[in-house]
């Protein structure tokens, strides 16, 4: 009698029905004259076809290192980058840059944080767009015309056959944003990497890109990581939410156990944040502090020199030991905190809850 062939993986390969993306205990660290820079330490989830994860902190938490990551472009750079990161069976971390560049812009493609530096002011918007497409499709100019010329008009851009040929500079910074995801889009990636992306857009021009966005996700399966400061995006696309401080995940979860029971003591200072148009005086609270350095971290909870809730922890553990990433009672969500779990609990209801 035969038997289905089984589908085989080199050692240390994920087994055969894994998520379209995992990323295991991801490392990236910068040397640097001052010390060394411990940007992202220890990173883990993953994410399906058609699923949609947000990833948010507050600026120098390690969410853009953690995309460049995954794009592969910290090789070739003075970053020591270790883990794994799997995409579709392919191990990017260990990947030639040559064979990393065959994925990029195909398999996997960004949406980068600041258009201005991301496309090349010497050439033309609608070349760096074809250019794009015919790296990776067995097609003429004129098919890769007619396709960058479709997505111009798809993100907005008025009268998109004739600033096809306009150089970056002719554009605002909004349209350039436009063309830049756009560009992106170019090729119909598996994945998209979504930094910011509608930085620089009014609101309805934000409404558009989301929804053009949610279009390519139900047309391809695509799955999709959007870095964002705005939870009201996260809320609108994501599914699986992340939360970095410091350069690791302090809590991790589906969306709307974060939103409406989230466990750690940053998570609720970023709520609480949130500008309302009804409800409580109308102030914005903000986490006191700045962010820790990412060469010099405090010892023990990077974010217990800002919490307000370090008493509800006896001795001096929030100061010496690292907490470890625990699932709470909800499956797949996970927190980063020394405080007990019916304290968190308890706190939530009686202080955090009613000003949400």
């Not at 990581?225 to 410091?246: E, F, R, W």
Request: hydrophobic letters at 40%; charged letters at 20%.
């Amino acid at each position: 009698m035969s038997t289905a062939p089984t589908k085989q993986t080199k050692p240390g390969s994920p087994p055969a029905g894994t998520a379209f993306l995992e990323v295991k205990d991801l490392q990236v660290r910068f040397p640097t004259d001052d010390g060394l820079v411990r940007a992202v330490n220890g990173l883990s989830f993953s994410l399906g076809e058609g699923e949609t994860l947000g990833i948010v902190g507050e600026s120098g938490s390690g969410k853009s290192v953690t995309s460049l990551a995954i794009m592969g472009l910290h090789k070739g750079t003075r970053a020591q980058v270790s883990g794994e990161i799997w995409l579709d069976g392919n191990e990017l971390v260990s990947m030639r840059v040559e064979e990393m560049r065959r994925l990029r812009g195909n398999k996997v493609s960004m949406i980068f944080q600041d258009p201005l530096s991301a496309m090349h002011p010497f050439y033309r918007i609608g070349d760096q767009l074809t250019e794009a497409y015919l790296v990776h499709n067995d097609a003429s100019k004129a098919v890769a015309k007619k396709r960058a010329v479709d997505l111009l008009d798809r993100v907005g851009i008025p009268s998109p056959a004739s600033r096809f040929h306009d150089y970056p500079h002719q554009f605002s910074g909004g349209m350039r944003q436009r063309a830049m995801i756009a560009m992106a889009l170019m090729c119909d990636p598996r994945l998209l990497i979504a930094d910011e992306p509608t930085t620089a857009l009014d609101v309805t021009v934000q409404a558009q890109i989301l929804d053009l966005m949610n279009d390519l996700q139900k047309e391809f399966n695509s799955a999709i990581i959007i870095i964002t400061h705005d939870l009201g995006v996260v809320a609108q696309m994501a599914q699986k939410l992340v939360v970095m401080y410091g350069g690791r995940v302090v809590e991790a979860g589906s969306v709307r156990d974060i939103f409406y029971r989230p466990e750690h003591p940053y998570t609720w200072g970023l709520l609480g944040s949130i500008p309302r148009i009804t409800g409580g005086d109308g102030r914005l609270k903000s986490i006191k502090g700045s962010p820790p350095s990412l060469i010099n971290l405090p010892t023990g909870c990077p974010f217990h020199p800002r919490c307000d809730f370090r008493d509800q922890v006896a001795g001096d553990q929030c100061v010496t030991d690292v907490p470890e990433l625990l699932q709470v009672e909800a499956a797949g969500h996970s927190v980063r905190c020394h405080i007990p779990t019916a304290d968190r609990s308890r706190i939530f209801t009686e202080q955090i809850k009613p000003n949400l």
